[in-house]
Each structure stands twice: as structure tokens, then as C-alpha cells.
């Protein structure tokens, strides 16, 4: 297998391991703010 070949593979899965961690971390941080918020109110 070429290397090139390889890094573009590599990147493909890096980059859609990033989305789906980015996306998981930013439910993260919207579920803990709404939390804090409500928590505040009550």
C-alpha cells in the first residue's frame, strides 16, 4: 500500500473520529450549561 494512500485513509477515519467527538464533546457542554442554568433558577 502507498504511503499517500495510507495518510489519506488515515485522515478520512481521523476526520470523521473528530466529528463524532466534537459532537459528542459539544451535547457535553450544552447538557452541563442547561443543567447549571436550571440549577441557578430553582
Known sequence: MP???IMAEG?????IEWT???QKG????AA???YRISKKFI
Do not use: C, E, N, R
Open 3 to 5: 504511503m499517500d494512500q
Open 11 to 15: 485522515g478520512l477515519f481521523l476526520g
Open 20 to 22: 463524532i467527538l466534537w
Open 26 to 29: 459539544a451535547a457535553d457542554v
Open 32 to 34: 452541563v450549561s442547561h
